[in-house]
């Protein structure tokens, strides 16, 4: 219905709203804003999206032992462990070269 | 209705038009060219008398009701800016920073062969409806995947749906302009199509829907740019509310304790709180710079948030009648396109169209995290009705379920090995 309305007409709904809404109590920001806070710190220790569910609680808890898991464990632990190899190999060469330098220097 | 002439578009249909409604000719008269008369070139035959000054009073109405207008809103905004002595971040200094936030995807739902437009949650915290661009609406159980019924409407883009608080029934609707109400029963052979009731008859397409506090009531917004109240056993319309000059994109209610008003977004880039009663706008908020995809009300009631195509998400509140808090950053371009709170209120989790959930502190207006995972859109997203987890749907055809979870690991779902070099560090 919005779509058939003349511009007049919608411009005469919003002066109309206009007119309402400059009359409406307000209050000062530094109210709501404390009472809000106050409301959010009064219900933090119950939001389970911030402190966590309990595994014992929790019905979307993932299972321990599963063969998926256990893949992705071995799977993420034998490149984690390459990779630290490959970074303390790559470290211990380039400390055997610059030793090897200094002594050509000297 | 007059002749679309340079002078019935400045000026608005003449007299005789709104008195004596023509049925529309596009003749295009010399005499209608004249300034001074203000009767378009249909309406001639019947005017024999041109009053040659009415043509400056007409146009003269459209340009003092600007005036007018802009007056006004002037005096809101210097009435609403005197309220405006302190900022929300400087009083939630005081207030304890959040720890670190680790997400994690417990579930996949796979099963829509289309986008995942819009979701729900059951009061039960376990089933979930959803809807899709195909026209399917699935009734998930969260925790075991499993789908307990599927309903194929007779459109696509079923853009809205919700469950209702006994979790007997579930309404959606899309490019059909109603909104149809299915009754869920435990015999999983029966045809749920059978027993479907249309309740709802806009002239657009149907946006949102939400069920009041019983199953009897639903509240629809619509792109014909209303919002209404139905019943729905009588398919009755209860109420209607006008005042958005564009679609109607969202609506929210508000949270039982406080009362009948309920928040609607719309492509004006406005806000409009109502009285579900009264059907009067209420409030009005207009600071956004683009269509508003998403409103949600804070759980406690007294403010709303609001996503929007500009790609920031805004706290307004409703005591101070303004907006008290934006999130944004420049490196987020695209629009957000559904917004939840958790149950406290202290985040916001916001599902953009970059294919992130960003998740923000509602208090201190900073950015907690990101969360990846999606290959499309996020197109809904809704925490669940205990605040255990939530769940975000996507464009990608499949709804991801998350939780805050344990561990010092956190999993960047963006494929690839790069995640894996990146736990080298972070594990300790």
């Known amino acids: ?93 380039r400390l055997k070269l610059e030793r090897k330098n200094r002594r050509d220097i000297h | ?67 007018e207008s802009e007056t006004l809103r002037k005096k809101l905004e210097e009435e609403r800016k005197k309220l405006h002595d302190v900022e929300l971040e400087k009083v939630a200094e005081k207030a304890e920073a959040l720890g670190e936030l680790n997400m994690k995807t417990r579930r996949t739902l796979k099963g829509h062969g289309n986008k995942v437009l819009c979701m729900d949650w059951c009061k039960d915290k376990r089933r979930i409806v959803s809807s899709s661009q195909d026209g399917k609406v699935i009734v998930w159980d969260a925790f075991t995947t499993n789908k307990e019924h599927a309903v194929t409407m007779p459109t696509t883009w079923v853009m809205a749906c919700a469950y209702a608080p006994s979790g007997c029934a579930i309404a959606c609707g899309g490019l059909d302009n109603k909104c149809s109400v299915y009754p869920l029963s435990l015999d999983k052979d029966e045809n749920l199509a059978a027993k479907k009731k249309s309740v709802a008859m806009h002239t657009n397409y149907l946006s949102g829907c939400t069920f009041t506090n019983s199953d009897m009531q639903i509240l629809t917004s619509s792109g014909d740019g209303t919002s209404a109240l139905w019943d729905v056993e009588s398919g009755q319309l209860l109420q209607s509310f006008h005042g958005h000059s564009a679609d109607v994109l969202t609506l929210d209610l508000a949270p039982s304790e406080t009362g009948n008003t309920f928040v609607s977004g719309g492509s004006d880039k406005k806000a409009n709180v109502w009285d579900l009663r009264s059907g009067q706008n209420v409030q009005s908020f207009d600071t956004h710079d683009s269509d508003i995809n998403c409103v949600k009300y804070y759980p406690s009631g007294d403010a709303f948030a609001s996503a929007s195509d500009d790609s920031t998400c805004r706290l307004f509140d409703l005591r101070a ?45 900073t950015r907690v995290a990101i969360l990846f995972g ?7 997203l809704r925490v669940s009705p205990d605040g255990t987890a939530f769940c975000s749907g996507s464009w990608d055809n499949t709804l991801r379920v998350r939780q805050e979870g344990r561990g010092v690991v956190r999993e960047l779902k963006q494929g690839g090995t790069t995640p894996y070099l990146k736990n080298i560090f972070l594990f300790n």
């Open chain 1, 1 to 93: 219905m919005a779509r058939d309305m003349s511009d007049i007409d919608i411009l005469k709904m919003e002066l109309e709203q206009l007119k309402k809404e400059v009359s409406t109590p307000r209050e000062p920001v530094s109210k709501t804003s404390k009472d809000t806070m106050d409301w959010c710190e009064a219900a933090s220790g119950t939001d389970l999206l911030i402190t966590g569910v309990p595994d014992d609680k929790n019905p979307y808890k993932p299972e321990k032992g599963g063969w998926k898991n256990i893949m992705l464990y071995l799977h993420r632990n034998t490149w984690q462990t390459y990779c630290s190899y490959v970074s303390l190999f790559t470290g211990l060469k």
């Open chain 2, 1 to 67: 209705m007059c002749d679309q002439t340079f002078l019935a578009i400045t000026f608005g249909p003449c007299d005789s038009c709104s008195e004596n409604p023509v049925g529309r000719q596009s003749r295009l008269d010399g005499r209608s060219q004249r300034a001074t008369k203000n009767i378009c070139s249909c309406c001639s035959p019947f005017c024999p008398f041109p009053m040659a000054c009415q043509g400056l009073a007409s146009g003269e109405t459209l340009k003092s009701l600007k005036a």
């Open chain 2, 321 to 365: 009648d303004r907006e008290v808090s934006i999130y944004s950053k420049d490196s987020i371009m695209f629009g957000a396109a559904s917004v939840d709170f958790s149950l406290s209120g202290r985040l916001l989790f916001a599902g953009y169209n970059d294919y992130t959930i960003n998740v923000w502190d509602v208090l201190k207006g």
């Open chain 2, 374 to 380: 999606h290959e499309n859109r996020v197109s809904s």
